[in-house]
């Protein structure tokens, strides 16, 4: 990878970087698909009624020696 440093003495590379169209933002959609990882979550929790029996709490003690 080139540093700007590069591209300003070699100006060859900065006219064929000029001729690349700049990358533009799309609209976003108002819903956003939910990742596979999600659909999971929310399908679990929709099949146990919304129980939290997944989620373990766990204890750890230490004794001083």
Known sequence: MKSTRTLQINPVDAAILS????IRALPRPTRVPLSFAQQRLWFHS???GGRDDCHLQVG???AAS
């Not at 001729?19 to 700049?22: D, K, N, R, T, V």
């Open 46 to 48: 929709r099949l146990t």
């Open 60 to 62: 750890f003690g230490s």
């Open 19 to 22: 001729a690349i169209p700049p």
